[in-house]
């Protein structure tokens, strides 16, 4: 195809939510809350083809949970081809190769690809994200090579969400390039069925944080959850703490036939704080089963099941599991309601922490549209 000008789309997704939950526990006090609707998150999106085979991608949060006013959650540029070099140039090697760089949510783990991104929500069959949410933004560039359904990536990223060009005060730790790679297979074997599984890795060797579990910016679907503070946009999120060392590694099936579909999740992350002298581990497991239905399967019910389990920096040994059961419905490709019953516990806190005995429970609906 060739090249007629530069074309802008305009994209953009707005999330509601009503929540009726109730939480409960033994430790710190909590805020008292009841069933009413929670902030609306909205995005836009902005995408632009500049050249055959070269355009940009720039999200903003428009209205989100941590800020009070619009800002940008990240863009890149995507080279596929190299025509604005010369017509052609390098053309075999290009059709197995792309290349992305920007200050972009890196492509490690595929749990991303089922999130909900603030007002971003209808890839996500469920309302909440995962417990360790994987998620953040850094400045770097990915590599991709795609052939015949094998698929391998690598990238390099400065390790930091915000940037900046000071050097790090007396005792503090410089951060240093941090790593992400994939490998996988993804194909869709015959009519019915699909199949993917992909291994996934981040490493940083050392920072004065690591935000791959504290880098989303806007804040959990589940609102006011077991805190006492108005500031917290996070919970019930939870975030291992290692914010020296880290290196993580998610492994992600997914197999679908005919409307039968399974993700799965098995995640190992190990670090340390800059204090701590030995490294902990915690370790995730997710896994949906979703039965999609109707005129093209625009109808879904299904279950996930998500488990925490580590050792905290306070010397904890803790677990935190959830179970989601819900729907949801399109009502076009661009409209979707979902409903859901979530119920989240926490085990072996300490007296006294906030999480110590701590569940929560109850019905959320959602409403998303996407365009």
Do not use: C
Request: charged share 20%; hydrophobic share 35%; no cysteine.
């Amino acid at each position: 195809m060739e090249f007629d000008g530069v074309k802008v789309r305009i994209g953009g997704a707005n999330t509601l939510q009503f929540q009726g939950l109730s939480h409960e526990n033994s430790g710190a006090e909590i805020f008292e809350i009841g069933p009413n609707f929670n902030l609306a998150t909205s995005n836009l999106d902005i995408d632009v083809q500049l050249h055959r085979g070269l355009r940009m991608h720039l999200r903003t949060y428009l209205s989100s949970r941590h800020h009070s006013q619009p800002y940008v959650k990240g863009g890149y540029m995507q080279v596929d081809r190299l025509d604005f070099i010369q017509d052609g140039f390098m053309e075999e090697l290009m059709d197995k190769v792309t290349i992305k760089v920007g200050h972009m949510q890196i492509n490690y783990g595929d749990t991303h690809f089922r999130r909900t991104d603030n007002g971003q929500a209808i890839h996500n069959p469920f309302v909440g994200n995962y417990i360790m949410d994987s998620f953040t933004t850094e400045v770097g560039g990915e590599v991709y090579f795609q052939n015949n359904g094998f698929l391998a990536m690598v990238g390099l990223t400065n390790g930091k969400l915000n940037q900046t060009v000071r050097e790090p005060a007396e005792g503090q730790l410089a951060t240093r390039v941090s790593l992400v790679g994939k490998l996988g297979y993804d194909s869709q074997i015959n009519e019915d069925l699909r199949v993917r599984l992909t291994g996934s890795v981040y490493h940083t060797g050392q920072t004065q944080t690591a935000y791959l579990y504290t880098g989303d910016r806007a804040g959990s679907r589940y609102y006011n959850v077991l805190t006492n503070n108005a500031g917290e946009f996070r919970t019930p999120r939870f975030n291992p703490g290692f914010n020296n060392e880290l290196t993580a590694v998610m492994i992600n099936p997914f197999v679908k036939y005919q409307g039968l579909e399974f993700f799965g999740v098995y995640e190992v992350a190990t670090g340390k704080a800059q204090a701590e002298p030995d490294t902990r581990t915690f370790t995730q497991y997710g896994a949906e089963l979703l039965y999609r239905f109707g005129s093209n399967e625009n109808i879904y019910l299904g279950g996930r099941y998500n488990l925490v389990t580590g050792d905290t920096a306070a010397g904890e040994s803790v677990d935190i599991s959830r179970v989601n059961i819900g729907g949801g419905w399109f009502l076009t490709n661009n409209v979707l309601a979902k409903v859901e019953y979530v119920t989240q516990s926490y085990d072996g806190f300490s007296a006294g922490s906030i999480f110590e005995d701590a569940k929560f429970n109850g019905i959320m609906l959602e409403a998303v549209i996407s365009f």
